[in-house]
Structures are given as C-alpha cells and as structure tokens.
C-alpha cells in the first residue's frame, strides 16, 4: 500500500519561496506518475505538476511554468516541489499524488490512486 505524506507548506509573502516534499512510502514501481494537485475552496483540484518515474516525463501547468520545479530522490522515493516568484494566485491545499505502473502523466486527478493529506500554502501580498 502507497502512503504520501506531505510537508513544507506555510505562509509566505508575494515573491518569496516554499519548498513542498512528498515522501511516498510503499512506491516500489519502476514506473508510474506522481504529481502534485492544488484546490482552493469551492474550485476543482487541479494539476500542478506531474512526473513520470520511470521515464522521467514531466508536465507542468502554464501559470507555473519558470517558477515551480519538480525534482526526484528516487532512492528516498521523495518528490520535491520548489516553489519560487510565488503569487498571491498560488494560495492552495497542496496534495501529492500517484498512479503506480503508467507512462504518461496525467493530469486530471481522477486518474490517481494515491493522495496525501495534503499541506497549505498562503501567500500574501
């Protein structure tokens, strides 16, 4: 059984940076998608940032693009988010996700089997 648990949410000014981690527990899989979702109230949640373990793929949502990096500690099966120039627009409920033995990386959250707890993020102006 994957277990995800999340850390390194807090609250930030406008232009400053977080670093979130995903410690995946279980994720014995030579391949599949982890990702990161964020919701706010009342809205969706959506995809972040995803990459694929085995072949490395990555996406990355447009309003995040130069600004959030995902990296990979495979041997700690630990999935990084650094999060930097953070907006006021980024203030989320962050969640880790997985979906075991897939190429691609998908992007609705339907499509994962595994979720953390998830770890807030505010950012203030």
């Known amino acids: 059984q994957v277990q995800l648990v999340e850390s390194g949410g807090g609250s930030v000014q406008a232009g400053g940076s977080l670093r979130l981690s995903c410690a995946a527990s279980?994720?014995?899989?030579?391949?599949?998608?982890m990702a990161w979702f964020r919701q706010v109230p009342g809205n969706e949640r959506g995809v972040v940032a995803a990459i694929n373990t085995g072949n490395g793929i990555t996406y990355y949502t447009d309003s995040v693009k130069d600004r959030f990096t995902l990296s990979l500690d495979n041997a700690k099966n630990i999935l990084a988010l650094q999060m930097n120039s953070l907006k006021t627009g980024d203030t989320a409920m962050y969640y880790c996700a997985a979906k075991p033995l897939i190429y691609g990386v998908p992007r609705m959250s339907e499509n994962y089997d595994y979720w953390g707890q998830g770890t807030q993020v505010t950012v203030s102006s």
């Open positions: 279980g994720y014995t899989y030579s391949r599949g998608s």
